[in-house]
Each structure stands twice: as structure tokens, then as C-alpha cells.
């Protein structure tokens, strides 16, 4: 894996095509063998819209029919800003709803996947950013003056029900209420702290330190990790399938309501 450029020496990178047109897709799979990287390829800071959602889900199909592992990486500036909200700002109710039903559905399918998950950032990664990163069984970054966090209930919207669940799970109530009540962007030493982030790397080093990771884990047997993982996931798999159409509707009728429309207008003038 090559966490500044398209493809590594010795490794295959290709484009899933994405609709008609010979349009590109907004992911890069990087062949690496036993696993596959997929890398958000849509812009300096990998805003998340419709099309990518739609894409690295073609891309996660086409990871879990042919390799047994899976590492998310952004770019260098940005892992990914979260939601593109210049775009998400056109749509109408429904198309706003099918758009996070859509998001919902990737993080889900990533986040109870049988295989082993690493997310790489070599960049900030913000609100949606922050989401797909806790999907993956392990995070990695590096730690220069990049930031993380989930910003949601300063636009005045509740995070998305399945990262909020994830995020109680992985650093308990007392520090994930920290971040989802205040919505502060942290370094990532912080959130190494917290059990956030698993390991920081120097930039240098983030590549190999990955990819060390994802094939000591993809060389365990199968079953078992499998069933492990299995397991970690089966309460909060069980509670957001229960649960996911209500808190959907919470966070659109957030979205529409006109004082969160002004907030998200004004925010997303820095796109």
C-alpha cells in the first residue's frame, strides 16, 4: 500500500467504472495480495456524497469476493472531511434519506464483515471520515497536527445511530460522551489515549505499519476470527437493525428543520 499515490510498486491499483460515461470511480482497489486497499479518490479532502458512498460499496462487494482482507486509506491531507455537504444541501427529503439508508447500510456491511479491517489516516478525519474509520477493526494514523472527531451536534444533528453505538463500545460511555456532546475535533494523540486510535506512526511509516497488521491478521485461520469478531459485533448488529429506520427519520427531520439548514449552509461554505 502507498499512502501517497495510486498504486505501490509491485501491487495492482485499478478504478472501479462508476455508472455510464466512462466515468472513474471515487474509490482506488490497490491489489496487494492476500487483501485489498480501497482508497478514497474523490478530491483533497474525500468529502463523502452519494456517488462515493456508492462506488466503495462496489468496491467493499468486489473486496469481500476476492481477498481476505481490507484496509480503508484517504489522502494525506485529508482521510476524509466527512459528509459532502455542498452536495448533500441539493437533495430533497427522500433523497437525503436514501443517501444515509446508503451510508448506513456500507458502514454496517464494513463494520460486521467476517474479514479483518484496518483504516489507515494519513489525514484528518472528520464527522463521516471519523465514522467509516471506526468500522474497521483497527485505526492507524500519524500524528502530525492531524485531527479527528465527530462535529455533528455543533450543525445541530445527532451523530448516525450505528457510530454512536460503535463508539460507546470501543471507548466507553464517559469518553464518548465527550466527543459526541461537544462535537471538539481531537489530535490523535488524544484519541490514542482514549482507545480511539490503536497505533500512531510517524508518516513515513504508516505504510509498512499497516500492512503488517492486515497480514498478521489475514494469516490467522479464518473460523476463528470470524467467529470472534462475531461476537464483539452481535449486540450492537442486534440493537441498530432493531432500531434504524427511527433513528434515520431523527436524524433527517434534524437535517430539514430550517434553523439546521442555515448552520449547514454556512458550514459548507469552507468546501
Not at 468529502?47 to 482482507?69: C, R, Y
Not at 462535537?183 to 482514549?194: K, P, V
Amino acid at each position: 500500500m502507498d499512502l501517497d499515490d495510486s498504486d505501490g510498486a509491485g501491487r495492482v491499483a485499478f478504478g472501479i467504472p462508476s455508472g455510464g460515461g466512462g466515468k472513474m470511480s471515487k474509490v482506488i482497489i490497490e491489489d496487494c495480495g492476500g487483501f485489498a486497499v480501497v482508497r478514497l479518490n474523490s478530491g483533497v479532502t474525500n468529502a463523502i456524497s452519494p456517488a462515493l458512498v456508492s462506488d466503495m460499496a462496489d468496491a467493499f462487494k468486489h473486496v469481500t469476493e476476492n481477498f481476505q482482507g481490507l484496509v480503508i486509506a484517504g489522502g494525506i491531507k485529508f482521510f476524509s472531511i466527512g459528509f459532502d455537504l455542498p452536495e448533500l444541501l441539493k437533495l430533497d427529503r427522500t433523497g437525503m434519506t436514501e443517501f444515509l439508508s446508503d451510508f448506513e447500510k456500507l458502514t454496517f456491511d464494513i463494520f460486521t464483515a467476517p474479514m479483518p479491517t484496518v483504516c489507515a489516516m494519513a489525514g484528518h478525519a472528520v464527522g463521516g471520515g471519523n465514522i467509516l474509520a471506526l468500522t474497521c477493526d483497527f485505526r492507524y494514523s500519524t500524528a502530525e497536527k492531524k485531527l479527528i472527531g465527530l462535529n455533528e451536534v455543533k450543525l445541530g444533528l445527532p451523530v448516525p445511530y450505528l457510530a454512536d453505538l460503535i463508539l460507546r463500545q470501543l471507548v466507553g460511555d464517559r469518553a464518548a460522551n465527550a466527543i459526541l456532546y461537544h462535537g471538539e475535533l481531537m489530535a490523535m494523540s488524544d484519541a490514542r489515549q482514549i482507545g480511539l486510535i490503536d497505533e500512531i506512526v510517524p508518516p513515513e511509516t504508516l505504510e509498512k505499519a499497516v500492512m503488517g497488521k492486515i497480514t498478521g491478521l489475514i494469516s490467522l485461520p479464518r473460523s476463528g476470527f470470524s467467529a470472534i469478531k462475531a461476537n464483539r459485533v452481535e449486540a450492537i448488529r442486534s440493537r441498530f437493525l432493531q432500531n434504524q429506520a427511527v433513528k434515520r427519520e431523527v436524524f433527517v427531520d434534524s437535517w430539514f428543520s430550517e434553523p439546521i439548514q442555515n448552520l449547514l449552509r454556512e458550514a459548507s461554505k469552507k468546501f
